[in-house]
């Protein structure tokens, strides 16, 4: 999976559950609801203030892991 700024929150975490941790890193603890799930990761960055480029970053490469 390749992950974009536009990337669904909820379609990464579908992808593999693991990336869970990267987002409660940003502060983002409301994972599981349907709201947050919705959510672009631009959008997930802009509300909690985190550098969405750096997200998308450390996404992509746990991602060239598995």
Known sequence: MTVTKDSIIGDVLDA???TA???LEMGMHC???P???GESI???C???GVDADELVQ???A???KA
Do not use: I, K, M, T
């Open 62 to 64: 746990h991602f060239a």
């Open 42 to 44: 631009q959008e997930a």
């Open 16 to 18: 593999d559950r693991a």
């Open 58 to 60: 450390q996404l992509n």
């Open 46 to 48: 802009e509300v909690h």
């Open 35 to 37: 709201a947050s799930r």
């Open 21 to 23: 941790p990267y987002f």
């Open 31 to 33: 994972l599981g609801c």
